[in-house]
């Protein structure tokens, strides 16, 4: 079972040039909205959540999660019934981070009040860290599944949606402009659109990450990008399971749905750091991200991207 796949780099993103041939976003008529207010801290999404009426708790809201995860202190400090037999989880790190299974019994995001979310327990220490503040959790695809989520990276709101955001032609003076992706779910968020130097491949969109993109071990040599990493200096990163060595340099070309990056910055993940069995060629994270209006449907399975 998958547990997650946050990364926490602090790694700083680089300028990138994009190209737009997009479609203007227009709201569903009559759409209920559920607003959530977050902080934006070291790329990752840090909102205020109560669980089991305790709290509240700043937790992180990540897409690559799956549980949602409580701290395991917290854990215990609510009165969680935790199994008694932890399992290694996916994700990044070298190290062991055993989870035990658990359940919360209810999660109040806001106005938003879900029942019975399946979560595992965790030592999140790691990660603590590397944001500076102390985190009860992170909700990921046990409370996202069967919604519309609609992360504003511009102006820090989370929502939660009844009907999508729709993609239209502009017409006149040239309005926000938008993309779809297509995507399946099976433990990540699979996503088809997006292409690296003109090649095909499956991204998942992560919240959880800070970086732009990055690149699995085996996509390298499926999509012949040894040469771009041996130019590629090391870098360290913090993914849930402890220390990543990875290597950060560039490709020529990333395109996601109609959003074309010119000489992207990118980080080659190497073999043995976690990500080797990952069902997803390049993962998108938050330094990309920030400056859409992002919509995860997860009822009709499309990403939508718009510009605010």
Known sequence: MKRSSTRLSGLLPLVVAFSFQLFAQTAAPGRHVIEVPFDFIHGAIVVQAKVNGRGPYSMLLDTGADPSIVELSTAKSIG??????????SGGGTGANLAYPTSLQ????????ATNVDAVAMDLSKINSAMGR????????SLLQGRIVQ??????????LDAPPQ???????????????PFRYQDDILATGVTVNGRRVIATIDTGSN????????AIDKL???????????????????????????????????????????VFYGKGMGMDKEPWDLRIGSAFLKDYVV????????ITLALP
């Open 80 to 89: 969680l019934k935790i199994a008694e037999k932890g399992e290694q989880g």
């Open 106 to 113: 209810v999660v109040q995001l806001g106005a938003l009040r």
């Open 134 to 141: 102390a985190l009860g959790g992170v909700l990921g695809y």
């Open 151 to 160: 992360v504003d990276y511009p102006h820090h709101q989370v929502r939660f």
């Open 167 to 181: 993609c239209a032609r502009p017409a006149g003076p040239q309005p926000p402009a938008c993309t779809v992706l």
């Open 211 to 218: 970086g732009t993109f990055q690149v699995n071990p085996s």
């Open 224 to 266: 012949g990008l040894q040469q771009d990493v041996a130019r590629a200096s090391s870098v360290d990163s913090v993914g849930f399971n402890g220390d990543v060595h990875s290597r950060k340099g560039s490709v020529a070309n990333v395109t996601v749905g109609a959003i074309s990056v010119k000489d992207p910055g990118v």
């Open 295 to 302: 919509t995860l449907d997860f009822l009709h399975h499309r």
